[in-house]
Nanobody, 118 residues
Framework: QVQLVESGGGLVQAGGSLRLSCAASGSIFSINAMGWYRQAPGKQRELVAS???????NYADSVKGRFTISRDNAKNTVYLQMNSLKPEDTAVYYC????????????WGQGTQVTVSS
């Protein structure tokens, strides 16, 4: 089992910045992907950004150039720096850890609310 604890959400004005953190503990394998997904009211959960333990990253087109994902493998922690926030970024953001990048042994955090006011 893996536990994910997220922090850093909140309310910010458009154009502002927030930094999300997610600390993982438990049965974490050396090869894994950690990522952030978001779900806005009435919409499906979508990938925001992900990073593999090797350092390879992937971003949704809507956040490229504004968001940066990073990780500290020693701390099993992933970060999401969100700049130039827009009202459409408002959503619950969920941390995800996928052991072996398999989609089989994956875990979710409880979610943290990000609200961007116009």
């Amino acid at each position: 089992q893996v536990q994910l604890v997220e922090s850093g959400g909140g309310l910010v004005q458009a154009g502002g910045s927030l930094r999300l953190s997610c600390a993982a503990s438990g049965s974490i394998f050396s090869i894994n992907a950690m990522g952030w997904y978001r779900q806005a009211p009435g919409k499906q959960r979508e990938l925001v950004a992900s990073i593999i333990s090797t350092g390879s990253t992937n971003y949704a087109d809507s956040v490229k150039g504004r968001f940066t994902i990073s990780r500290d493998n020693a701390k099993n922690t992933v970060y999401l720096q969100m700049n130039s926030l827009k009202p459409e970024d408002t959503a619950v953001y969920y941390c995800n850890l996928d052991n072996w990048v398999s989609g089989i042994d994956a875990y979710w955090g409880q979610g943290t609310q990000v609200t961007v006011s116009s």
